[in-house]
């Protein structure tokens, strides 16, 4: 009978929990985003394990507007996507390099990527986050969406499920939540 205080005792411990996890969003291990401003839609993967969300580009260069720092690039998804994207570099990520992507002639293990703000809409959730540009084209997935960004979204991650969030639908004034 000692079984049945244990049992209480958890359950007790537990509860609490349960309202944080009644304040998120549940969404599958892939979702469709829309990426405000681009007026595109993707498939993204959703990563617990990656800090920092990635978008797939190309041709990227740095250069100053009216003394401030900017990025051009274009997106590498498909054909359709050859006009020249701009916008405010808002920092550069160290990125640790892979074992096998390490170049003992660089002599470092990580990579700078340009960093971007860029508002995601997934499902009816509009938010600004993070994105480095990097070419995923080699990826099934232009868009990886990694912790930092999925906070933002107040997400729960089921990776049973897959576009859990259906289409996106976020009003077009909606403000991003902080």
């Given at each position: ?58 041709d ?17 998804i ?45 499902g ?15 990826f ?14 107040d ?24």
């Amino acid at each position: 009978m000692r079984l049945k205080p244990f049992l209480l005792l958890c359950c007790l411990v537990c509860i609490p929990s349960l309202g944080v996890a009644a304040e998120k969003t549940v969404y599958g291990l892939n979702e469709y985003a829309k990426l405000a401003g681009i007026d595109l839609e993707v498939a993204a993967k959703l990563d617990t394990g990656a800090k920092t969300a990635s978008l797939s580009a190309r041709d990227i260069k740095r250069f100053k507007r009216n003394g401030e720092s900017w990025v051009r690039f274009y997106l590498a998804i498909d054909t359709a996507h050859s006009h020249p994207i701009e916008r405010p570099l808002a920092r550069v990520s160290k990125i640790k390099r892979r074992a096998g992507d390490y170049d003992p002639d660089e002599d470092k293990n990580y990579t700078a990527r340009p960093v971007i703000a860029l508002d995601i809409c997934m499902g009816s959730a509009l938010r600004s986050i993070e994105v480095n540009l990097t070419d995923r084209s080699a990826f099934q997935y232009p868009l990886l969406i990694g912790s930092e960004a999925l906070k933002r979204f107040d997400a729960l991650v089921d990776p049973s499920l897959k576009y859990a969030a259906g289409k996106p639908a976020c009003a077009a004034d909606a403000h991003t939540a902080e």
